[in-house]
């Protein structure tokens, strides 16, 4: 099996960086994702990681250390449109996805 | 491409009462996921097929519930009798195997179920 553990809750200001974290214990490690869900909506895609380090794609980063078995997302610049939750996502060994419960970010003025 | 379409968007029905949940997965997409949330337990995996083939069911909560995908374009889950506690927003998900284990998945908007 595997547990996924993520913040409830986090609020920050605009413009600034805020990093949600995950960790996580598994067996049968396939990569990790981070979906964005604003309210009412379906969650969409944001990062995949595999190997250990940092992906960098525009305002949003996703890191990976696979030996600590933790992960972060970063958002930098934050944005209104940014208040969201954000699920982070274990690959199980047949590659089919474990959701964690998620992140609720707030993001005030 | 029309991405995954579901229906009902929301249902709301009596305990004891049939539910059926409809999916229409991407078109050429191999894999076909039915997750549940719900605020308690998150984002929950019920039950997900692989050609049309279900594959894993360890996910569906008891016998009430069932699901079958008798093509490539089509499944449903249903839920016979309903229950309260069967109340969630219900998504259906589907992937290309082409993508590998980075592949992202597809979902639809849901169905929010409310059993009353």
């Known amino acids: 099996g595997q547990n996924i553990d993520q913040p409830t809750e986090m609020t920050a200001t605009e413009g600034a960086i805020v990093q949600i974290n995950c960790t996580y214990q598994?067996?049968?490690?396939?990569?990790l994702f981070w979906y964005q869900q604003h309210a009412g909506e379906a969650p969409t895609f944001l990062s995949y990681?595999?190997?250990?380090g940092l992906e960098e794609k525009g305002r949003f980063s996703s890191f990976l250390s696979r030996s600590k078995g933790y992960s972060y997302l970063l958002l930098k610049e934050l944005q209104m449109k940014d208040s969201a939750s954000y699920l982070c996502?274990?690959?199980?060994?047949?590659?089919?996805?474990?959701f964690g419960r998620g992140t609720s970010l707030i993001v005030h003025p | 491409d029309a991405g995954v379409i579901q229906s009902p968007r929301h249902e709301v029905t009596e305990m004891g009462q049939e539910v059926t949940l409809r999916c229409k997965p991407i078109?050429?997409?191999?894999?076909l996921f039915w997750y549940r949330q719900t605020m308690m337990r998150g984002l929950e995996l019920l039950i997900y097929?692989?050609?049309?083939?279900?594959?894993?069911d360890s996910g569906m909560p008891e016998d009430r519930f069932s699901a079958k995908m008798p093509n490539a374009s089509f499944s449903t889950l249903k839920i016979q009798p309903s229950e309260p506690r069967d109340s969630a927003v219900y998504f259906c998900?589907?992937?290309?195997?082409?993508?590998?284990?980075?592949?992202?998945?597809?979902f639809g908007e849901g169905s929010r179920l409310t059993v009353l």
């Open positions: 078109s050429g997409h191999d894999y």
């Open positions: 598994t067996s049968g490690f396939n990569g």
């Open positions: 990681n595999v190997l250990d």
């Open positions: 996502a274990v690959n199980r060994g047949s590659y089919i996805p474990t």
């Open positions: 097929f692989n050609n049309n083939v279900p594959i894993d």
């Open positions: 998900a589907s992937r290309a195997a082409t993508q590998g284990p980075s592949g992202e998945l597809f």
